[in-house]
C-alpha cells in the first residue's frame, strides 16, 4: 500500500515534529507580522529553541450569555498560560464575572510565544484581568511574543485590563492585540509599561519594547490602529540616540507610559473625555496626559506618563472605574490581586 503525502511539516531546528495539533504550529502562534525594531533581533537561543515544550503558551476562552448571567462555554489552556474560574464578586453586577490570567512561568523569556483568544458573545459581561505584573526577561539570543486576539459581539459589555508590563535590561518583546468588535459592543482596553525594575533604578535598559493595537468590525473595516515602539538605543540606523524613548512626544524622560482605550456606543465621546479626565485629576500624583476621540466617534483614548508607579496605577483604577460606572450605571468593584 503506497503512503500517502502529508501536509508539508515546518522547520523545527532538529526537533521532532509537533504532537499538539494546529495549536503547536509556528503558523498559529507566530504573529503575521514581527515589527523590524524586534525583528533585527532575531536568533537561535542557546536554552530551549522556539517551540519547545514550555515555550508556546496558548489560551482558549469563550463566555456567552447563560441562566441569566455571563458564564464560561468554552476553556483551552497549555502551560505556561492558564487561569482559575473566573469570579462573580461584584454584588451590583452578579452577572459580570471576573477572570485572571495567569502564568506558571513567572514571565517571558527569550524564543517565547504566546497566543490568547477571547470571544465574547452576544449580550455578555466580562472582566480580564492579569494575576500580576507582567515580566519580561533578559534575553541573549532572539526575541519574545504575545498575540491577543479578542472579539466582542452583538450588545457585548467588556473589559480588558492587564496589568503593566515590566520589560528588563536587554529584553526584546513584541505584543500584538487584535480586537474585533460589533458596532453595538463596548470595549474598555488598558495597556501600560515601565520603564524597567524601577526599584532597582534600571530604566530603559531593554532592547526593545514594541506593541500593536488594532481594532476593527466584523466585516473588517479598520476602527483605530496605535503602535509603540520603545527603543532606548535609537531606531536602526539612528546610531544609537535613544530619540525613540525620551523625546517629546514618546515618554519625555518619564518611568511609566499607560494606555486606555473606550470603544462604545452608549456615551458621546465629548462624556468619555470629560469623565476620563476628571477622574485622573482627581486622582492626584505628578502625571503628564491626554485625552483624544477615536476616528468616526467610536470613543476615546487617553495616554499617561509618570514617574511614580503607585500614582499611575491610581489614576488608571479611576479612569477605568469612572467609565464602568458612566456606562453601566453601577460603582465598580475593588479588583484585588494576590
Known amino acids: 500500500m503506497s503512503a500517502v503525502p502529508g501536509p508539508q511539516v515546518p522547520q523545527t531546528g532538529g526537533r521532532p515534529p509537533s504532537t499538539g495539533g494546529y495549536r503547536l504550529e509556528p503558523a498559529y502562534y507566530e504573529p503575521a507580522r514581527v515589527p523590524e525594531e524586534v525583528l533585527r533581533h532575531a536568533g537561535t537561543p542557546v536554552g530551549l529553541p522556539v517551540g519547545s ?24 489552556q497549555k502551560s505556561p498560560l492558564q487561569i482559575m474560574h473566573p469570579l462573580y464578586f461584584n454584588l451590583l453586577r452578579p452577572d459580570m464575572p471576573y477572570t485572571y490570567l495567569m502564568s506558571s512561568g513567572g514571565g517571558i523569556l527569550q524564543g517565547d510565544r504566546q497566543r490568547t483568544d477571547l470571544r465574547f458573545g452576544p449580550g455578555t459581561s466580562a472582566h480580564v484581568t492579569t494575576q500580576a505584573h507582567t515580566r519580561i526577561y533578559r534575553m541573549d539570543a532572539g526575541y519574545a511574543t504575545a498575540v491577543v486576539n479578542l472579539a466582542a459581539e452583538e450588545g457585548a459589555y467588556v473589559e480588558y485590563l492587564p496589568d503593566p508590563v515590566v520589560p528588563f535590561t536587554a529584553s526584546r ?45 466584523p466585516d473588517g473595516r479598520l476602527v483605530a490602529l496605535d503602535r509603540v515602539r520603545l527603543c532606548p538605543k535609537g531606531e536602526p540606523g539612528e546610531g544609537g540616540s535613544g530619540n525613540g524613548v525620551n523625546g517629546l512626544g514618546v515618554l519625555a524622560g518619564h518611568d511609566v507610559l499607560a494606555m486606555l482605550y473606550v470603544f462604545t456606543p452608549l456615551a458621546a465621546p465629548a462624556q468619555l473625555a470629560d469623565t476620563l479626565a476628571r477622574a485622573i485629576h482627581g486622582s492626584g500624583g505628578d502625571l503628564i496626559f ?39 450605571g453601577k460603582q465598580a468593584p475593588l479588583v484585588r490581586k494576590t
Do not use: C, I
Request: net charge neutral; charged share 20%; aromatic share 8%.
Open 290 to 328: 491626554g485625552v483624544s476621540a477615536l476616528p468616526g466617534d467610536t470613543g476615546v483614548w487617553m495616554r499617561l506618563v509618570g514617574n511614580d508607579p503607585v500614582a499611575v496605577a491610581a489614576a488608571n483604577t479611576a479612569a477605568a472605574a469612572a467609565v464602568h460606572q458612566l456606562l453601566t
Open 53 to 76: 515544550p514550555g515555550k508556546v503558551g496558548v489560551l482558549q476562552l469563550g463566555f456567552d450569555r447563560n441562566r441569566g448571567r455571563t458564564e464560561l462555554v468554552q476553556h483551552y
Open 173 to 217: 518583546f513584541y505584543q500584538q492585540t487584535s480586537a474585533v468588535l460589533d458596532e453595538s459592543a463596548t470595549l474598555l482596553l488598558g495597556e501600560t509599561v515601565y520603564a524597567g525594575r524601577l526599584a532597582r533604578g534600571e530604566r530603559h535598559a531593554y532592547d526593545v519594547y514594541a506593541s500593536d493595537l488594532e481594532v476593527r468590525r
